[in-house]
């Protein structure tokens, strides 16, 4: 696998975004802050941002639909 660099100031890729939104970072700013750094330039955040939006979605299509009463 290879691993794509997200956030060059911070040397976060994409494996450490998904594993901090896996662990409940919903913005870029909790991404870094869970990785104990801060956003310096910002030009990861739209990335990081796309990243969250994705695996939220795939998290989404895999729950089961439930009739309503």
Known sequence: MVLMIICVCNRINC?????????GARSP????????CKINCGKCSTTIGEMIAERMDRAVSHLPVLAAE
């Open 15 to 23: 494996r450490s975004v998904r594993e901090a939104v896996d662990s």
């Open 29 to 36: 700013k909790a991404v870094q802050a869970h990785h104990g």
